[in-house]
């Protein structure tokens, strides 16, 4: 069985006097995936240790299967000459890794053994990304893919509501799907952001969240182009104050077989679809 995580690729590019490149920040993501695919292996840095990405296969047009691993040394327990002695081993435990290219969004392995949270390897990932594309002036960020409507749920029930604080990326490729990207792309043009934030918050607990005013920026965000953190306090609980995040509830999926190459296509396909439209501004009233 393999369970993955879901993350949205967002590409931010700064303008800059010095950035001419004529190609477009996704055929630039493009020539990166190319470059594991031709190399087959690449290696970076992150932490002091070293980790590698791995081209595994194309399981259908656009869609990648790669394996991030990282290096690691163990000691394991020997046989010595008059007692037992330590050996120190190298390994390099991974994960698999697929990417739909057109729809920028990447599913992570959920593997404990080799990353104990799924958010460390989104991590190592996001920071490769960002340094492959340096030069183009170009920083990448990899945000959960949530589905709004838990975001309501958590609003629904809270006795009282202290604060929101949600963040948002510079706009990215929805293109027009969402109506909150209108304000991102007002602030990223007038500022050239990477990203912006907004705080609301009541001392009192009676912060006042509606649907019709907020629905929008919160797709935006549950879509994987940011994130927010709630600050509640749920019916029927103690006194303290809960807080909710955004990447608690990131859509996961479990396919049946042992590598990617398994799983059936028209499944992974299905999946990828459902998971692009979770949050568009048609679905529902929410």
Do not use: C
């Amino acid at each position: 069985m393999l369970k993955f995580y879901s993350y949205r690729m967002s590409l931010v590019k700064v303008n800059t006097l010095f950035n001419t490149n004529s190609k477009t920040k996704e055929e630039l993501f493009g020539d990166v995936l190319k470059n594991v695919i031709s190399e087959k292996k690449v290696t970076f840095l992150g932490d002091g240790k070293k980790y590698f990405i791995y081209f595994d296969k194309e399981l259908e047009k656009g869609v990648f299967s790669y394996e991030l691993a990282k290096e690691e040394s163990i000691k394991i327990p020997i046989e010595g000459s008059v007692t037992v002695e330590e050996d120190l081993i190298t390994r390099t435990p991974f994960v698999y890794v697929i990417i739909d290219q057109n729809r920028q969004i990447i599913l992570i392995q959920d593997k404990g053994t080799v990353f104990s949270d799924p958010n460390i390897a989104r991590g190592k990932l996001e920071y490769f990304f960002t340094r492959a594309l340096k030069d183009y002036f170009i920083t990448t960020y990899l945000e959960p893919i949530t589905d709004n409507k838990d975001f309501w749920k958590e609003v629904e029930q809270a006795e009282s509501i202290t604060e929101l604080d949600i963040t948002f990326v510079a706009p990215n490729m929805f293109r027009g799907r969402h109506k909150a990207e209108d304000l991102v792309r007002e602030v990223y043009e007038d500022f050239n952001i990477t990203e912006f934030d907004v705080k609301l918050k009541s001392k009192t607990g009676n912060l006042r969240l509606m649907k019709e005013n907020l629905a929008s920026f919160i797709k935006l965000v549950a879509d994987g182009a940011g994130k927010f953190k709630l600050k509640t306090k749920r019916k029927g609980r103690k006194s303290k104050i809960e807080t909710f995040r955004s990447d608690v509830n990131t859509q996961s999926m479990t396919f049946d077989g042992d590598t990617p190459s398994d799983v059936v296509s028209e499944k992974l396909g299905e999946y990828l679809e459902n998971l692009d439209k979770l949050n568009e501004e048609n679905q529902g009233n929410i």
